[in-house]
């Protein structure tokens, strides 16, 4: 039996309300041996106050060693087991953007390319276009028609696009068009199986409308598809844990995990004053709140730890406010760590602090990677932090009598 | 999908360099209550030293509670499932003596034994025939010819020794012909398929020449067979982990396990400053070193608890030589624990140092099993000590976007 398997039979619903709060890339490294990491140098006496009141511990987000992407980072910290619920390319290209994705869509990474007279690439990102000049192109193929259909374009960024084909029984076993070279003609699509074919058959039909299209193009005259993906077949939170959960984000890739997940986004926030504005209107309509902040991992990307040190210390100043709204269970932590001395993001495992009447304490005295290392928690893989979250909650029953 | 698909996946490769640096039995106990264990008690100022600058953890080399044979215990240290890839008891006597068993291979145990005229058991194992008798017999079953099969003998130990059967399409599954009581003759060997009948043919062929050949024997006129088994069919280091690996070891046993997931062994040191001489010779060839010292376990299989810490104290002087090579990750660690005090090998975790740039500091002051329950690698299981590796040594690919 799988985890879900259980808290489907063991959750219950009562009016409590859990807030996960998510610093993304959280965890990170010191510069130099013997040097503290970006949340050891964070002053942040709310974050510091939550671990001396809670539980903390290291949450591994995949396997040891194995550094996470944001989809399965995120899945994973929702409870989703991360290498069965795997999003193919396009889902989440489609995902990243915003678009919402349906069980009878199929999603595919398109990439605006220079043909010459005789069909063959000369430019694989036709000479890296910019956005300004893509995305009316982009929207300018929302005009191509097929039979039995709906089809969807959305601009993403510089030469990239995505498009999404809805209808019954679309496979998303189909092959690249992208020869990955110049000098040769895009490939044809081609599916493995007869809904596979079908879609192949529409994307051969996309291909040729958006060829006339985008025919007084110097630049992009042409595309080429690849990472064709349907969303995976998950539960939603209602099933599974029985939570109306809200996702309150500014990125569109978040909001768009959060609702593979069955949660509504809730809000338009631009900063995270206007996420926690969002939290405090919605807080009556929802039993569980994702709150997702950017910046973290946005820094630590650049390398900047002095940068990432002062997003720890906005993202602290907040912690006030969601201990206003008196959570019966409030989770702080990242989906992977993202140090400033790797610039990337990383396998290293992530702090997480839980307070709860229910959490047995542990001594820490801060909420760090070094304290956490010691915490009451100990080290567990991520898929477990939500069925914590709902016994701390009291929303899961004994196992057996 | 299990670790090995992942791994195969998602590693790369670079010039990063990874020594896996063994100290066989490594683990143990304190002799007396509120005592030291061996390694606590060692004088290893070298180890110490890389655990002030690593990460340092427990590994269960099984699972909780069960003790590795060296079999396993190696296997999960190379990452590979201890309980999915199993060395049968022939192919690890093969192993043991330094065979490489190829993949058409089938190897035996058999002993020596004493049958009275009647063709009865009298003594399962030939009287406890010495090495120095029994050696030249079991060269002399080398004459035994098979129709369509090649036939090696090698021997063991007293009265021990292994035959391996090599060609197309022999099978495993075969009884053993030792009644494991005397009295009675030995049983014939039965394969449980087509293939594995093969091998049983084969089997009654050997025994009745060696009948032949041992005839003027006074107690070592007769043999069984026990233990037939293939090679587990592994996939190599450098297929799951994309790793040119060598192993540097004194003794057959580990070069024969390092030899089943696909290690090159080179050199033929007889100690481990020895070991350590080949590890430089052949430093620019290989991307892994499997370095194996075994004393640490021999003194704790004998219960001498001062002799072990001695042998710590050996591995802890040869560290210097092996950092001077600059690795880009080193680990060290052992393949289980083997207490002094208890005289054999046991099932308690143990310790395991990384040591990287990307390690992130854990406060332990010292390489020992009191310091590494509170590392910052936590308890982990042995699978997971490679992708740690490989993930220090940057050739993990990022998993998902």
Same mark, same amino acid.
Request: net charge negative.
């Given at each position: 039996?799988?985890?879900?398997?259980?808290?489907?039979?063991?959750?219950?619903?009562?009016?409590?309300?859990?807030?996960?709060?998510?610093?993304?890339?959280?965890?990170?490294?010191?510069?130099?041996?013997?040097?503290?990491?970006?949340?050891?140098?964070?002053?942040?006496?709310?974050?510091?106050?939550?671990?001396?009141?809670?539980?903390?511990?290291?949450?591994?987000?995949?396997?040891?060693?194995?550094?996470?992407?944001? *989809?399965?980072?995120? $899945?994973?910290?929702? &409870?989703? #087991? +991360?290498?069965?619920?795997?999003?193919?390319?396009? !889902?989440? %290209?489609?995902?990243?953007?915003?678009?919402?994705?349906?069980?009878?869509?199929?999603?595919?990474?398109?990439?605006?390319?220079?043909?010459?007279?005789?069909?063959?690439?000369?430019?694989?990102?036709?000479?890296?276009?910019?956005?300004?000049?893509?995305?009316?192109?982009?929207?300018?193929?929302?005009?191509?028609?097929?039979?039995?259909?709906?089809?969807?374009?959305?601009?993403?960024?510089?030469?990239?696009?995505?498009?999404?084909?809805?209808?019954?029984?679309?496979?998303?076993?189909?092959?690249?068009?992208?020869?990955?070279?110049? *000098?040769?003609?895009? $490939?044809?699509?081609? &599916?493995? #199986? +007869?809904?596979?074919?079908?879609?192949?058959?529409? !994307?051969? %039909?996309?291909?040729?409308?958006?060829?006339?299209?985008?025919?007084?193009?110097?630049?992009?005259?042409?595309?080429?598809?690849?990472?064709?993906?349907?969303?995976?077949?998950?539960?939603?939170?209602?099933?599974?844990?029985?939570?109306?959960?809200?996702?309150?984000?500014?990125?569109?890739?978040?909001?768009?995990?959060?609702?593979?997940?069955?949660?509504?986004?809730?809000?338009?926030?631009?900063?995270?004053?206007?996420?926690?504005?969002?939290?405090?209107?919605?807080?009556?309509?929802?039993?569980?709140?994702?709150?997702?902040?950017?910046?973290?991992?946005?820094?630590?990307?650049? &390398?900047?730890?002095?940068?990432?040190?002062?997003?720890?210390?906005?993202?602290?100043?907040?912690?006030?406010?969601?201990?206003?709204?008196?959570?019966?269970?409030?989770?702080?932590?990242?989906?992977?760590?993202?140090?400033?001395?790797?610039?990337?993001?990383?396998?290293?495992?992530?702090?997480?602090?839980?307070?709860?009447?229910?959490?047995?304490?542990?001594?820490?005295?801060?909420?760090?990677?070094?304290?956490?290392?010691?915490?009451?928690?100990?080290?567990?893989?991520?898929?477990?932090?939500?069925?914590?979250?709902?016994?701390?909650?009291?929303?899961?029953?004994?196992?057996?009598?």
């Amino acid at each position: 039996m799988d985890l879900h398997s259980l808290l489907r039979e063991l959750h219950k619903r009562n009016d409590s309300k859990i807030v996960l709060l998510v610093a993304d890339g959280l965890g990170g490294l010191p510069m130099e041996p013997g040097g503290k990491t970006e949340l050891e140098t964070a002053h942040k006496p709310n974050l510091d106050a939550l671990a001396r009141r809670g539980s903390s511990g290291l949450m591994t987000m995949i396997k040891p060693g194995i550094t996470p992407g944001s *989809g399965p980072g995120h $899945l994973a910290m929702f &409870g989703y #087991d +991360p290498i069965r619920y795997q999003i193919g390319r396009g !889902a989440l %290209e489609a995902t990243g953007v915003g678009f919402a994705l349906g069980p009878n869509d199929v999603a595919v990474r398109c990439n605006f390319c220079t043909l010459d007279a005789q069909g063959r690439i000369t430019d694989r990102r036709a000479g890296r276009i910019s956005s300004e000049e893509s995305a009316p192109l982009a929207i300018r193929l929302r005009q191509i028609k097929i039979a039995g259909l709906e089809v969807f374009v959305e601009p993403v960024k510089e030469h990239r696009f995505v498009v999404v084909f809805r209808g019954e029984g679309l496979g998303d076993q189909v092959t690249d068009t992208d020869p990955q070279a110049t *000098g040769v003609p895009p $490939l044809d699509p081609v &599916g493995a #199986d +007869p809904a596979s074919q079908r879609t192949a058959e529409a !994307a051969k %039909e996309f291909i040729r409308q958006a060829r006339q299209l985008l025919a007084d193009q110097p630049h992009a005259n042409g595309l080429t598809m690849r990472g064709f993906a349907k969303r995976p077949d998950m539960p939603t939170y209602e099933e599974v844990y029985g939570l109306r959960a809200a996702a309150i984000a500014v990125y569109p890739m978040y909001k768009g995990l959060a609702q593979l997940v069955g949660m509504k986004v809730v809000g338009s926030p631009s900063s995270l004053k206007e996420e926690i504005d969002v939290l405090e209107q919605v807080w009556n309509d929802f039993d569980f709140f994702f709150v997702h902040f950017k910046y973290t991992d946005s820094r630590g990307e650049d &390398g900047n730890f002095e940068a990432k040190v002062r997003m720890i210390e906005e993202f602290d100043s907040i912690v006030p406010r969601v201990l206003a709204l008196k959570p019966s269970v409030l989770a702080v932590t990242g989906d992977h760590s993202t140090p400033s001395k790797l610039a990337s993001h990383s396998w290293h495992p992530v702090p997480v602090v839980i307070v709860a009447d229910s959490c047995r304490p542990d001594g820490c005295q801060e909420f760090s990677e070094s304290a956490a290392c010691r915490g009451g928690l100990g080290h567990f893989e991520a898929i477990y932090l939500m069925p914590l979250l709902l016994a701390h909650a009291g929303r899961l029953e004994k196992f057996g009598a």
